[in-house]
Each structure stands twice: as structure tokens, then as C-alpha cells.
T-cell receptor, first 116, second 113 residues
Framework: AQSVTQLGSHVSVSEGALVLLRCNYS??????LFWYVQYPNQGLQLLLK??????LVKGINGFEAEFKKSETSFHLTKPSAHMSDAAEYFC??????????????FGKGTHLIIQP | NAGVTQTPKFRILKIGQSMTLQCTQD?????MYWYRQDPGMGLKLIYY???????DKGEVPNGYNVSRSTTEDFPLRLELAAPSQTSVYFC????????????FGPGTRLLVL
């Protein structure tokens, strides 16, 4: 069974500082990889995803993530945090093989706090 | 283009009551999903559908039922509400292939007392 681990349920950074949110997956074959953001009392919105090709993926709002097969990781970064980045961030995976649609497997989420 | 809409936004149920959570999408997506989100946890898949008339169980289907009579609608039914079903429920849809983005609704917050 696949699983997703997000290190740190809460991450606090100062405005303007680097944001790093960690995500590791466990599956023998690299899955499709996603980062979603959830603002308070809202649904989830896709930030970026990795399916194939270039391992550095750029998303919305200045975020990017790098797929590292050797480390089974897909960490999310942003060079300079903004107050509006405060939200819950979820890493999710989906197996490439197998029949049926199934769904996404989510990590537990990381709450990003931005200090003024 | 409203995307994925869910009703109601919030509901309080008594133990043993039943209710249906509504989900509609206007993007002509074949695939639809129901997830639940518990505090401090990620989302878990309850049921999914690959098209009208076709549904299948996800990771946590017990206590729920679904139907898919049209492409647009995917209601989730709770027959005998239990406190363990207190959660936030999200509906999502996608074009289909595994790498496709899932689009989420705003959620329904359910409290079972």
C-alpha cells in the first residue's frame, strides 16, 4: 500500500523567508505526485503536480517542487514567503499502474504559519 | 462555470438520522470522488465513480452509499448517522486519467450528535 509522509504538522516562517515543506512517499514505482493548498473553510486547490519529464515543477503563487526518485521525495518550496501563503498544504500521490480510478492518497497536511 | 458545488455547507444530525450530501459538477468530468477530512488528518477516499452508473468503494466506505445516475451529480448517502461520521466531506471530479487534476468542492461540514 502506498503512503505519504509530511514532516512537521506545523511550519512557521517569517515573511520573506524561504518556505520548505517536506513530502516523502512510499511505493516501489514512483507515483504521480501532487501538492494541494487549502485556505480556511475552503476546498483544496492544486498548486502543482509531477507526472513525467522535468523533475522540477513550477506551480501557482511562486511555488515549486522537485521530484527526487532516489530520496522518494517531492518537497515544496517558495523562495520568499508572503502573508497570503498561510494555509494548510497537502501532499498527495496516485499510483501509475493498476486499473480503476481509485483516488488520491493524502499526507496528513502541514499548516504553514507566516510570521510578520 | 461553477466547477464543483456541494450542498449543504453545514448540517447537524442526530444519531440514527439519515441525510444526503449533494455534489454537482459542470465540467463534464467522467470521474467523481467523495473524501472525508478529519482534524489533523489528510483526506480519505470514501467512494468514487468512473461514469454514470458505475461506482466503487474507496478506503473508508462503511456507513455510506452513493449513486451516479448522471454525469453531473454524485450524491453521498448516510443511512444511520453515527458520531464517527462527524467530519468535513469533500466532493471532487476529474477528467479521468490518473495524472489528471482533481477539482474539489467547498466541502460540507457534518456534525453528528
Amino acid at each position: 500500500a502506498q503512503s505519504v509522509t509530511q514532516l512537521g504538522s506545523h511550519v512557521s516562517v517569517s515573511e520573506g523567508a524561504l518556505v520548505l515543506l517536506r513530502c516523502n512517499y512510499s511505493s516501489s514505482v514512483p507515483p504521480y505526485l501532487f501538492w494541494y493548498v487549502q485556505y480556511p473553510n475552503q476546498g483544496l486547490q492544486l498548486l502543482l503536480k509531477y507526472t513525467t519529464g522535468a523533475t522540477l515543477v513550477k506551480g501557482i503563487n511562486g511555488f515549486e517542487a522537485e521530484f527526487k526518485k532516489s530520496e522518494t521525495s517531492f518537497h515544496l518550496t517558495k523562495p520568499s514567503a508572503h502573508m497570503s501563503d498561510a494555509a494548510e498544504y497537502f501532499c498527495a500521490v496516485r499510483l501509475r499502474s493498476g486499473g480503476g480510478a481509485d483516488g488520491l492518497t493524502f499526507g496528513k497536511g502541514t499548516h504553514l504559519i507566516i510570521q510578520p | 462555470n461553477a466547477g464543483v458545488t456541494q450542498t449543504p455547507k453545514f448540517r447537524i444530525l442526530k444519531i440514527g438520522q439519515s441525510m444526503t450530501l449533494q455534489c454537482t459538477q459542470d465540467m463534464n468530468h467522467n470521474y467523481m470522488y467523495w473524501y472525508r477530512q478529519d482534524p489533523g488528518m489528510g483526506l480519505k477516499l470514501i467512494y468514487y465513480s468512473v461514469g454514470a452508473g458505475i461506482t466503487d468503494k474507496g478506503e473508508v466506505p462503511n456507513g455510506y452509499n452513493v449513486s451516479r445516475s448522471t454525469t453531473e451529480d454524485f450524491p453521498l448517502r448516510l443511512e444511520l448517522a453515527a458520531p464517527s461520521q462527524t467530519s468535513v466531506y469533500f466532493c471532487a471530479s476529474s477528467y479521468g486519467q490518473k495524472q489528471e487534476t482533481q477539482y474539489f468542492g467547498p466541502g460540507t461540514r457534518l456534525l453528528v450528535l
